[in-house]
């Protein structure tokens, strides 16, 4: 099993940032790609953004240019640098992980999840 522990998470006003972060730990040698996925209140979770263990990288459209994700192997995690936050930026921000090598596999979802830390942007 895997388990992913977030941090990170606030109440921010439009333009400011956030660093959100994610420590793994458990079962890890299988797991290839970890991301982030977000739900804002009342829609369907989405996916911000994924990275492999390669460095390959995905990115929704909406956050494209604002949100970095990036990851430290040394310590099992994976970090979610957001600027220019906008008010609908607002939703849960998940972590999560899977096993497989390519980010384009992972726009509903990976295996794993943490339980999701609150990011609130205020106009």
């Known amino acids: 099993q895997v388990q992913l522990v977030e941090s990170g998470g606030g109440l921010v006003q439009a333009g400011g940032s956030l660093r959100l972060s994610c420590i793994a730990s458990?079962?890890?040698?299988?797991?290839?790609?970890m991301g982030w996925y977000r739900q804002p209140p009342g829609k369907r979770r989405e996916l911000a953004a994924v990275?492999?263990?390669?460095?390959?990288?995905d990115y929704a459209e909406s956050v494209k240019g604002r949100f970095t994700i990036s990851r430290d192997d040394t310590e099992n995690t994976v970090y979610l640098q957001m600027n220019s936050l906008k008010p609908e930026d607002t939703a849960v921000y998940y972590c999560?992980?899977?096993?497989?090598?390519?980010?384009?596999?992972?726009?509903?979802?990976?295996?794993?999840w943490g339980e999701g830390t609150l990011v609130t942007v205020s106009s």
């Open positions: 999560a992980a899977g096993p497989m090598d390519d980010p384009a596999l992972y726009r509903h979802g990976m295996d794993y």
């Open positions: 990275i492999t263990k390669g460095g390959r990288m």
């Open positions: 458990g079962s890890l040698f299988n797991i290839k790609a």
